[in-house]
């Protein structure tokens, strides 16, 4: 079975400039969710998908930060424009919707803002 | 809110001796805890998950945690430590009082010497 994909793995990039990250979920999995982990500390959740529908974006910076799966599937992560204190690793995790669901991560987006 | 601790930074253990990492929770509500662990440039990887029932949990690579509801801990055990189990390993937990939200802990640095 596939897990979550995640590209592109690295990106550098200039402050103000714009970013995108993809992910696609383990198939079947309706729950999808994007972190932020900072070096040397556990992920942070950014924003959770119950299908297309985002049911907790509260730790969402909404300025700068966006996100859609516009079909239930795929997801994509936005940032524009980066600052320099968006350099992190970007996670992506797919589950079952119940809260006992485990929740399975994929590889990661580490990015580098110039 | 909850929250969880993992109050040593880095664990350091020789091989074949048994390892602990620690990890405390505040949550409302029934917890539902989980381990997971980080190689170095890899997404986390699910160990095991304690939702109800007999309170040691066996998972992967000959891992177990114990949870401790008096104690509120849950931590991670292994009898006999191998060289590549040294990694980056996260306590999390989830409780139904606060929908699907994953928090993690800080982490700890497993450090398995031959």
């Known amino acids: 079975e596939a897990g979550v994909v995640q590209s592109p793995r690295y990106k550098i990039i200039e402050k103000k400039q714009p970013v995108a990250f993809w992910c696609n979920p383990i198939?079947?999995?309706?729950?999808l969710y994007w972190y932020r982990q900072n070096l040397g500390q556990g992920p942070e959740l950014l924003i959770r998908?119950?299908?297309?529908?985002?049911?907790?974006d509260s730790q969402l910076p909404k300025d700068r930060f966006s996100a859609e799966r516009l079909k239930g599937v795929d997801s994509t992560l936005k940032i524009q424009p980066a600052e320099l204190g968006d350099s992190a690793v970007y996670l992506c995790?797919?589950?079952?919707?119940?809260?006992?669901?485990?929740?399975?991560f994929g590889p990661g987006t580490r990015l580098t803002v110039l | 809110a909850q929250s969880v601790a993992q109050p040593e930074d880095q664990v350091n253990v020789a091989e074949g001796n048994p390892l602990t990492v620690k990890c405390t929770y505040s949550?409302?509500?029934?917890?539902?805890l989980f381990w997971y662990v980080q190689y170095p440039n890899r997404g986390l990887q699910f160990l095991l998950k304690?939702?109800?029932?007999?309170?040691l949990v066996k998972g992967s690579y000959g891992f177990e945690a114990e949870f401790n509801k008096s104690q509120t801990s849950f931590h991670l055990k292994k009898p006999s430590a191998l060289v590549s189990d040294s990694a980056l390993y996260f306590c999390?937990?989830?409780?139904?009082?606060?929908?699907?939200?994953?928090?993690f802990g800080g982490g700890t640095r497993l450090m398995v010497k031959p």
């Open positions: 999390a937990v989830r409780s139904p009082n606060a929908g699907n939200m994953l928090t």
């Open positions: 949550v409302s509500g029934n917890p539902y």
């Open positions: 998908y119950e299908n297309e529908e985002a049911v907790d």
């Open positions: 995790a797919s589950s079952f919707p119940s809260t006992a669901d485990t929740q399975y």
């Open positions: 304690y939702i109800t029932g007999d309170n």
């Open positions: 198939s079947g999995h309706n729950t």
